[in-house]
């Protein structure tokens, strides 16, 4: 079946520092990669949404001068958290859709990210 | 209120019991997912239904469209099925789509 890799699965850091996830779908091609954030006891939360080749789509309330997302090849998006604080510590999950429309998001295993 | 609603929010079953898990929503979809999460925070696509009825195992799917309701079984329930069963309603217009979430019921299956 589909499979999306994530990586990495855990960021410890200090605060201030640059982090990049990366989002790989492994056997299709993913036109449209989501990034979603969930913080602890919540449901997930849409962050931006990016298409192969363009601008990412961000959802309101998200920096996305903070939140950097490169969506440069069909099987490849990247996530960077810039200078990164503790309040960025969270869940983040990618998911990868594509390439025809009736097919389902398949789920990358997701970042713990936590800033000192 | 919220667009996806999951009931329960928390269930703790025996081991071998029948479990259900429902899921209403008030918006137009294309197709429903149900997602399960373990506690190490990954998620597994379960199912991704638009009508009718789908089963993969012990799991078992179902979706009405008129009710705009859907609900997922487990028969035979194990300790290994502990997890977060999530409801999600797709709904895509043009060139890509949106998930949007239930909360989440948090399945406890004891020995």
């Known amino acids: 079946g589909a499979v999306v890799s994530q990586h990495p699965s855990r960021v410890i850091c200090k605060s201030g520092t640059s982090v990049k996830i990366e989002c790989r779908s492994l056997?299709?091609?993913?036109?449209?990669m989501f990034w979603y954030r969930q913080f602890p006891k919540q449901s997930l939360m849409l962050m931006a949404t990016?298409?192969?080749?363009?601008?990412?789509?961000?959802e309101q309330g998200v920096e996305k001068d903070k939140f950097l997302i490169n969506h440069a090849s069909l099987t490849l998006s990247t996530l960077t958290v810039t200078s990164a604080h503790p309040e960025d510590s969270s869940f983040y999950i990618c998911?990868?859709?594509?390439?025809?429309?009736?097919?389902?998001?398949?789920f990358g295993d997701g970042t713990r990210l936590s800033i000192l | 209120k919220n667009e996806v609603e999951q009931s329960p929010q928390n269930l703790t079953a025996q081991e071998g019991e029948f479990i259900t898990i429902n899921c209403s929503y008030s918006v137009g979809i294309s197709a429903l997912h149900w997602l399960q999460q373990h506690p190490g925070g990954g998620i597994v696509s379960l199912f991704m239904l638009s009508s009718g009825k789908k089963k993969h195992g012990r799991l078992i799917a179902t979706i009405n469209i008129q009710e705009k309701h859907s609900s997922l079984h487990i028969t035979a329930s194990h300790p290994r099925d502990s997890a977060v069963y999530i409801c999600?309603?797709?709904?895509?217009?043009?060139?890509?789509?949106?998930?949007?979430f239930g909360k989440g019921t948090k399945l406890s299956v004891k020995p």
């Open positions: 056997d299709f091609q993913a036109t449209t």
């Open positions: 990016s298409n192969e080749g363009s601008k990412a789509t961000y």
């Open positions: 998911s990868a859709w594509g390439p025809y429309s009736n097919q389902p998001q398949h």
């Open positions: 999600a309603v797709w709904n895509y217009g043009g060139s890509q789509g949106n998930l949007i």
